[in-house]
Every structure is written in structure tokens, then in C-alpha cells.
């Protein structure tokens, strides 16, 4: 088996909340070792609430652990500042967010090659068009996102994680509001980009993820269990 790229050790969330007598404290998400290959996609699946999305932001980069550390290639991503950890973000990770998060002043052409021109990149716009036809949206790459559906806004958001050839790609619910033939596409897309050699690592409630994924996780209030 490959060695981790990406890895989490001993990671965990807790928050405060008062209560009527005193404070308490929860973990959002328990104290989680994980380690993520080069060439699996790994599904991560439970119930709203369980804990899965900020396990992934913790693992992207986005939301500091309460303990533990989280690597990549051996670098702990939270003993970096946030000007260096922002660009190994844009460089190294591609992210599909919950929610749209698409700027309405753009069109979706500038929307998905906008993460390459932060740091001075290359042109990309040839693999963007690539990508937005994958996702059968080229015909809207002169459109603004307030005249795409919300199924064809995260299409956009997919080709946008993806434009740059990230070492790791994190899905938040990556096929919310999509029909069953775009779903199919979508998760048969991130399969690929796994087995080009990438980590995909995708929260999903998509009952069929588990037949794309190389790997399954369940989280449950809290608590990272692997399917056998």
C-alpha cells in the first residue's frame, strides 16, 4: 500500500457551550487518527450533524484542531502561518464547499480559473473548458452563476477544485441538488481523479457513494469508524 499523503493524528474538535448550571464541553469530533493514499477515494458518510464536515475542514486546512495535528508529506499544516498555509491550500488542495460559493460578478469561466490567478499561476482556461464540458456546462462559461440551477453551480464548483490538478480534493457534498445521471458523472469524475493518483476525500448522504469508493467511513456523533 502507498504511504499516506495525508494524515490526521489524534485531531479533535471541542467546543464550549453554557449551560444552566455550568459549561460543558463537546466533541464535535473525537480524537480521529486517519491516514489518506495517493489513489483511493474515500467516502465518509452519517447523518447531518454527525461531525463529518468539520472533520473535513480540519483536514483541509480550514478550521484548527482543539488537539492533534494533521499532515501532509510529514508537514504539520498547523504549525504554519496563515499567509504560508493559505497558498499550500490553493496550491496543493482543491475544495467543493457546502453551500454556493460562487462570486455572482463573474462569469462561471472566471469563476473556476479565479484560485489560479491568486498566487500568479498559469492560464488554465483550455483545461478549464475541459473540465466544464465534463461536466456538461461549457455552454455556460460566459453565463453569470445567477442564471445557472443549483445542480449546475456545483458542477462549476467541482471543475473549480479541480482546474489546477490538486494533490487532494475534499467534496463536501459534491452531489447535492444533482439528478441521478449528473451524480453518476460526478462521483465516476472523483474516481478518476483518485486513481490518477490523487486523495479524494468526499462527504457525502449519497447512498450510492459507497459503490465508487475505494474506502468507507462512517461518523457518528463525533466518532470515525472505517467499513469492512
Known sequence: MAEALLAAHGVCK????????????FDAVAPTNLELVP???????????SGKTTLLNLLAGLLEPSEGSVTLGGQDLYALDDARLSRLRN?????VPQGQTALHSLTVIENVTLPCGLYGGADVET??????????????ADAYPSELSGGELRRMALARALVHGPEVVFADEPTSDLDDESTALVLGLLREVAEAGKVVFMVTH??????????VLRMDAGILTEER
Not at 471541542?14 to 464541553?25: L, P
Not at 483545461?127 to 455556460?140: C, K
Open 127 to 140: 483545461v478549464a473548458m475541459s473540465l466544464l464540458a465534463r461536466m456538461g456546462i461549457d455552454d455556460l
Open 206 to 215: 449519497e447512498s450510492d457513494a459507497a459503490r465508487y469508493a475505494h474506502r
Open 39 to 49: 489513489g483511493e477515494l474515500v467516502a465518509c458518510m452519517g447523518r447531518s450533524g
Open 91 to 95: 496550491e496543493r488542495f482543491g475544495v
Open 14 to 25: 471541542r467546543y464550549f457551550r453554557a449551560g444552566r448550571s455550568q459549561a460543558r464541553s
